[in-house]
Nanobody, 126 residues
């Protein structure tokens, strides 16, 4: 089992920045590709960003590319999502997820992830 706990959400204004954190425990962190997803009110959950376990390759949704940065600190078992230039359409509950991967594969589909955090609310006011 992998336990994931997100933090760092909040209420900000358009153009502001936030950094989300996701602390992992329970298994070897470097065995897992990590991802961030979000669910806006009335919408389906959508992919935001992913990072491989040790090579550090990343991939982003087009909607956040150039504004968001995913990173991880394997010594601290933590993955981050730095969000800059926030827009009202970024308002959502943000979820951290872990996907076991033996081949440094990225993951953009929620179904590929076996472990999820409880989510943290991000609200961007206009």
């Amino acid at each position: 089992q992998v336990q994931l706990v997100e933090s760092g959400g909040g209420l900000v204004q358009t153009g502001d920045s936030l950094r989300l954190s996701c602390a992992a425990s329970g298994r070897t962190f470097t065995d897992y590709t990590m991802g961030w997803f979000r669910r806006a009110p009335g919408k389906e959950r959508e992919f935001v960003a992913t990072i491989t376990s040790t090579s550090g390759r990343t991939y982003y949704a087009d909607s956040v590319k150039g504004r968001f940065t995913i990173s991880r600190d394997n010594a601290e078992n933590t993955v981050y999502l730095q969000m800059n230039s926030l827009k009202p359409e970024d308002t959502a509950v943000y979820y951290c997820a872990a996907r076991w991967s033996s081949n440094q594969a990225l993951g953009v589909r929620a179904i590929e992830y076996g472990y999820w955090g409880q989510g943290t609310q991000v609200t961007v006011s206009s």
